[in-house]
T-cell receptor
Framework: EAGVAQSPRYKIIEKRQSVAFWCNPISGHATLYWYQQILGQGPKLLIQFQNNGVVDDSQLPKDRFSAERLKGVDSTLKIQPAKLEDSAVYLC????????????FGQGTRLTVV | AQKVTQAQTEISVVEKEDVTLDCVYETRDTTYYLFWYKQPPSGELVFLIRRNSFDEQNEISGRYSWNFQKSTSSFNFTITASQVVDSAVYFCALSEGDFNKFYFGSGTKLNVKP
C-alpha cells in the first residue's frame, strides 16, 4: 500500500513569509499527526487529528501556525508569518485507529527560514 | 520532565560489533505502549517494534532484540553483529492515554564503520 505522502520535500523562505505543507495519509487511517523535528532533536507533536476533528493541538503555536484536515483525509499545515526558529523538518504521520497503534511517517518537508 | 530519555547522543561501533541503545521512560499510566523507530539519512521514520505495558517478554527479530523491564522503566534495543546499513538515528517513543499521543526521545545516532 502507498505510504504517507508529503509535499514539498524542501522549502526555503524568508522570515515573515508564509508557507504551507501538504500531507496525504495512508488510506483508511483515521488519525493524522503533524510533528516538528528540529535538527538533533526528536519529533515534537504539533497537532493530532482524529478524522477531521482536532484531538490535541496544545503545542501548536496558534498565533502563527494553523492546520486543517478537511473531509478527514488530506491535511495542510500553514505557517504565517515564519520565524527563523521555525527552520525544521515537518513530519506528517498517520495511524489506523486511536488505540496505541504504530504511526507511519512521511519523508517530511525540510523548511529553511532565512 | 522528559517522558522518554535516550541518554546516548551518539554511538560509534565497528561492523560486526553488538550495540545496545538505551531508553528510559516515565509514565503514571498502567496501560501504555513503547516503540522504536529508525531514521536513516533519507529522513523518514521507520517503525521497528511496538510493545504494550503488559507484555514484558523480550523479543528478537533477526539481528534486533528488545529488552523491556518495567521495574527499571527501560526498553533497550540491541543490534547484534551490526552492519553499515544500521547507521541511522534511532528513536524510542512512548504512547499513553486514550488518544495515541506519541512522546519521542531525543534519539541516538548510531555510526557503524566498516
Amino acid at each position: 500500500e502507498a505510504g504517507v505522502a508529503q509535499s514539498p520535500r524542501y522549502k526555503i523562505i524568508e522570515k515573515r513569509q508564509s508557507v504551507a505543507f501538504w500531507c496525504n495519509p495512508i488510506s483508511g487511517h483515521a488519525t493524522l499527526y503533524w510533528y516538528q523535528q528540529i535538527l538533533g532533536q526528536g519529533p515534537k507533536l504539533l497537532i493530532q487529528f482524529q478524522n477531521n476533528g482536532v484531538v490535541d493541538d496544545s503545542q501548536l503555536p496558534k498565533d502563527r501556525f494553523s492546520a486543517e484536515r478537511l473531509k478527514g483525509v488530506d491535511s495542510t499545515l500553514k505557517i504565517q508569518p515564519a520565524k527563523l526558529e521555525d527552520s525544521a523538518v515537518y513530519l506528517c504521520a498517520s495511524s489506523k485507529e486511536q488505540s496505541n497503534t504504530e504511526a507511519f511517517f512521511g519523508q517530511g518537508t525540510r523548511l529553511t527560514v532565512v | 520532565a522528559q517522558k522518554v530519555t535516550q541518554a546516548q547522543t551518539e554511538i560509534s561501533v565497528v561492523e560486526k560489533e553488538d550495540v545496545t541503545l538505551d531508553c528510559v521512560y516515565e509514565t503514571r499510566d498502567t496501560t501504555y505502549y513503547l516503540f522504536w523507530y529508525k531514521q536513516p539519512p533519507s529522513g523518514e521514520l521507520v517503525f521497528l517494534i511496538r510493545r504494550n505495558s503488559f507484555d514484558e517478554q523480550n523479543e528478537i527479530s533477526g539481528r534486533y532484540s528488545w529488552n523491556f523491564q518495567k521495574s527499571t522503566s527501560s526498553f533497550n534495543f540491541t543490534i547484534t553483529a551490526s552492519q553499515v546499513v544500521d547507521s541511522a538515528v534511532y528513536f524510542c517513543a512512548l504512547s499513553e492515554g486514550d488518544f495515541n499521543k506519541f512522546y519521542f526521545g531525543s534519539g541516538t545516532k548510531l555510526n557503524v564503520k566498516p
